[in-house]
């Protein structure tokens, strides 16, 4: 199975500024993900970073707030952008090697 | 777009007891997967039910897939303290993304 380190493991913020989140996976994958799960709520997928083209939003989230690089099968980037209080999350990368596997997690706090 | 329904959302049970939670799915599904998140932790991954019908034990646990296969459930025996934790369903449809349902946050009183 995967094994997946995500830098940060946590940050604090302040409102306006951005932070970028880096997922490393021991193994080449085609699929990576990132999701958010907000505090005591369920995990809701961002976007799938896609290795050599542009990542796929989900309804509800955008290039411009969360911009995504994917520059080699075991590497990603997700970047929150002009952050505010209500980004203030956990943000995690999942990759699916034959079956699903989750980062540690970067829980950010806006302030 | 799909949508997966999880309930209850919290539980309390006595050790010992047993705990079941349940997922519904708005569409058919080609897989269900279930995840287990300890407190301040991240979602791992228990299984995925792929047919219809289907159930799986591991242990004390028995996952089972609806014969639609837009249903599912988790069962525990016998409940014990490091069951604590949210349970997720999460459905995988015609796309390869999760849609995850909402939850069942597990309290074990011993």
């Known amino acids: 199975s995967a094994v997946i380190s995500q830098k940060p493991s946590r940050d604090i913020c302040q409102r306006g500024t951005s932070l970028t989140i880096q997922c490393q996976v021991d193994?080449?994958?085609?699929?990576m993900f990132w999701y958010r799960q907000q505090p005591g709520q369920s995990l809701t997928l961002i976007a799938t970073?896609?290795?050599?083209?542009?990542?796929?939003?989900e309804s509800g989230f955008v290039i411009d707030k969360f911009p995504i690089s994917r520059p080699n099968l075991t590497f990603s980037t997700l970047t929150v952008s002009n952050m505010s209080p209500e980004d203030s999350s956990i943000y995690l990368c999942?990759?699916?090697?034959?079956?699903?596997?989750f980062g540690p997690g970067t829980r950010l706090t806006v302030t | 777009g799909q949508q997966v329904m999880q309930i209850p959302q919290y539980q309390h049970v006595q050790e010992g007891e047993d705990f079941t939670t349940y997922c519904n799915s708005s569409?058919?599904?080609?897989?269900i997967q279930w995840y287990k998140q300890r407190p301040g932790g991240h979602p791992v991954f228990l299984i995925q039910?792929?047919?219809?019908?289907e159930v799986k034990k591991q242990k004390r646990l028995t996952f089972q897939f609806g014969e639609a296969k837009k249903n599912s459930s988790l069962h525990i025996t016998a409940t014990q303290t490091t069951d604590v934790g949210t349970y997720f369903c999460?459905?995988?449809?015609?796309?390869?993304?999760?849609?995850f349902g909402s939850g069942t946050q597990l309290t074990v009183l011993p």
């Open positions: 999942s990759v699916d090697s034959g079956s699903i596997h």
């Open positions: 193994s080449q994958v085609t699929m």
């Open positions: 970073a896609n290795q050599g083209s542009e990542a796929t939003y």
């Open positions: 569409t058919t599904l080609s897989n």
């Open positions: 039910l792929v047919k219809s019908g």
């Open positions: 999460a459905g995988q449809g015609s796309a390869r993304q999760l849609t």
